[in-house]
């Protein structure tokens, strides 16, 4: 458990400088042929869209119910919100992804300000989760919620300027009056919402259980809490039971072979997808029932993870076979293409994970917990470059107490 979440913050540290990079020729360019270890985040983020993201709580209707909506604090200038102004235009078309992004000079980086071995804040909002249980003594779901509105919306503890379309659209929902049990935005609303930060956390939760079929149902009841999404329900199926077994000791070949063949990979290959993405001029302009069929449509065979690590080069699968976009049909088995690919290998796969690009942070925690409770030592050099090491081993070590204790739910 402890290699498992140790695994988790690295993935992130070690991916958050190239998060958002669609262009492999742009991750070589940037960082000297390719991420070797902790990076800063480079300026300017050559295909960065975070400049101009909408924020529009309801401001009149949040004060009148006593709740804050700020959320965004020191990094509101980058964003299109309801009570802020935004200086940077959008001119100009990146052609990776078919958004519009500023001027080059103005394309700040999603995580612009952190430094080498710094954790997002998709990282740090599993913090608050481990805090939330190791004060309570078991998950609370409540102590949670409070936990995490007050973290957003204290000045001063997000050093990350990227605040993804889940929070920003959950607490539009908690600034009009929704209970907070209610606040998520559905997939089906918002495809984005379906993503690989769905599923994080409530893997993190399962650990606080001896069954995958118990954890399971946790795991789905807590996505739902920032997440409604069928696709990350369908993820959580496969890896609920796959970190379960890891965490109990058995082979790790084994398992990843037989939980992958529970998956299905999707039927439009990552190059047709963000061909689609940039002919629309950018996944917002396709309609939503098109957008749906895109994300759904599902191969009928078995998928054979170690078949397609011997057959085909990472190029060929990266970007052009599996999206690296935040979607978890892709994700998911491009993480796992990744994990067998480097022979369980912790460093070697979460690297390799880093220089893919794309939604790189999150697979990267998913794939540091797989390959972290696969039972390997953990590379020194990378524990002790993470900024927050100290007060990570505090809380790592008091929430795995809090499990082996039993009873945490």
């Given at each position: 458990?402890?290699?498992a979440?140790?695994?988790?913050?690295?993935?992130?540290?070690?991916?958050?400088?190239?998060?958002?990079?669609y262009?492999?020729k742009?991750?070589?360019?940037?960082f000297?042929?390719?991420?070797?270890?902790y990076?800063?985040?480079?300026?300017?983020?050559?295909?960065?869209?975070?400049v101009?993201?909408?924020?529009?709580?309801?401001?009149?209707?949040?004060?009148?119910?006593?709740?804050c909506?700020?959320?965004?604090?020191?990094?509101?200038?980058?964003y299109?919100?309801?009570?802020?102004?935004?200086?940077?235009?959008s001119?100009?078309?990146?052609?990776?992804?078919?958004?519009?992004?500023?001027?080059?000079?103005?394309?700040?980086h999603?995580?612009?300000g952190?430094?080498?071995?710094?954790?997002?804040?998709?990282?740090?909002?599993?913090?608050?989760?481990?805090?939330?249980?190791?004060?309570?003594g078991?998950?609370?779901?409540?102590d949670?919620?409070?936990?995490?509105?007050?973290?957003?919306?204290?000045?001063?503890?997000?050093?990350?300027?990227?605040?993804?379309?889940?929070?920003?659209?959950?607490?539009?929902?908690?600034?009009r009056?929704?209970?907070?049990?209610?606040c998520?935005?559905?997939?089906?609303?918002?495809?984005?919402?379906?993503?690989?930060?769905?599923?994080?956390?409530p893997?993190?939760?399962?650990?606080?259980?001896e069954?995958?079929?118990?954890g399971?149902?946790?795991a789905v009841?807590?996505?739902?809490?920032?997440?409604?999404?069928?696709?990350?329900?369908?993820?959580?199926?496969?890896l609920?039971?796959?970190?379960?077994?890891?965490?109990?000791?058995?082979?790790p070949?084994?398992?990843?072979?037989?939980?992958?063949?529970?998956?299905?990979?999707?039927?439009?290959?990552?190059?047709?997808?963000?061909?689609?993405?940039r002919e629309?001029?950018?996944?917002?302009?396709?309609?939503?029932?098109?957008?749906?069929?895109?994300?759904?449509?599902?191969?009928?065979?078995?998928?054979?993870?170690?078949?397609l690590?011997?057959?085909h080069?990472?190029?060929e699968?990266?970007?052009?076979?599996?999206?690296?976009?935040?979607?978890?049909e892709?994700?998911?088995?491009?993480?796992?293409?990744?994990?067998v690919?480097?022979?369980?290998?912790i460093?070697?796969?979460?690297?390799?994970?880093a220089?893919?690009?794309?939604?790189?942070?999150?697979?990267?925690?998913?794939?540091?917990?797989?390959?972290?409770?696969?039972?390997?030592?953990?590379?020194?050099?990378?524990?002790?470059?993470?900024?927050?090491?100290?007060?990570?081993?505090?809380?790592?070590?008091?929430?795995?107490?809090?499990?082996?204790?039993?009873?945490?739910?």
């Open positions: 458990m402890r290699n979440l140790w695994g988790l913050f690295i993935g992130d540290a070690l991916a958050m400088p190239a998060h958002w990079f262009s492999l742009n991750v070589r360019q940037y000297d042929g390719g991420i070797r270890g990076e800063p985040p480079p300026h300017p983020h050559p295909e960065s869209f975070m101009g993201m909408t924020y529009h709580p309801d401001i009149e209707t949040a004060n009148r119910l006593g709740r909506y700020d959320i965004l604090h020191a990094h509101a200038r980058f299109d919100t309801s009570y802020s102004d935004l200086a940077i235009g001119l100009e078309r990146e052609s990776e992804h078919g958004n519009r992004v500023p001027r080059l000079e103005d394309r700040f999603y995580h612009d952190l430094k080498a071995g710094e954790n997002t804040l998709g990282a740090h909002l599993v913090r608050v989760l481990l805090r939330s249980v190791i004060r309570a078991r998950y609370d779901p409540q949670f919620l409070e936990a995490f509105v007050k973290y957003l919306t204290t000045p001063g503890e997000n050093r990350d300027p990227y605040t993804e379309i889940y929070l920003r659209r959950w607490f539009e929902n908690y600034s009056g929704l209970p907070p049990h209610a998520a935005e559905l997939q089906r609303n918002i495809w984005s919402i379906g993503s690989h930060g769905a599923l994080v956390r893997l993190v939760l399962t650990m606080l259980v069954s995958a079929y118990q399971l149902g946790f009841e807590h996505q739902c809490l920032t997440h409604r999404s069928e696709n990350a329900a369908s993820s959580l199926g496969i609920v039971p796959l970190l379960n077994s890891l965490v109990k000791g058995i082979d070949v084994e398992v990843i072979s037989v939980y992958a063949r529970s998956l299905r990979t999707p039927q439009i290959t990552g190059e047709e997808l963000f061909t689609a993405y629309h001029g950018g996944p917002g302009n396709i309609p939503k029932a098109e957008m749906w069929q895109l994300h759904v449509r599902l191969n009928d065979a078995p998928y054979e993870v170690f078949q690590a011997r057959q080069a990472e190029p699968v990266v970007r052009h076979l599996l999206a690296t976009a935040c979607y978890p892709h994700g998911l088995p491009l993480l796992l293409y990744l994990i690919k480097h022979n369980l290998g460093e070697a796969s979460l690297l390799a994970n220089n893919a690009g794309g939604d790189n942070v999150h697979r990267g925690m998913i794939m540091g917990l797989i390959t972290g409770a696969s039972g390997y030592d953990l590379p020194d050099h990378l524990v002790e470059g993470l900024i927050d090491r100290k007060e990570l081993k505090i809380e790592i070590d008091a929430f795995v107490d809090v499990a082996l204790r039993g009873n945490a739910f």
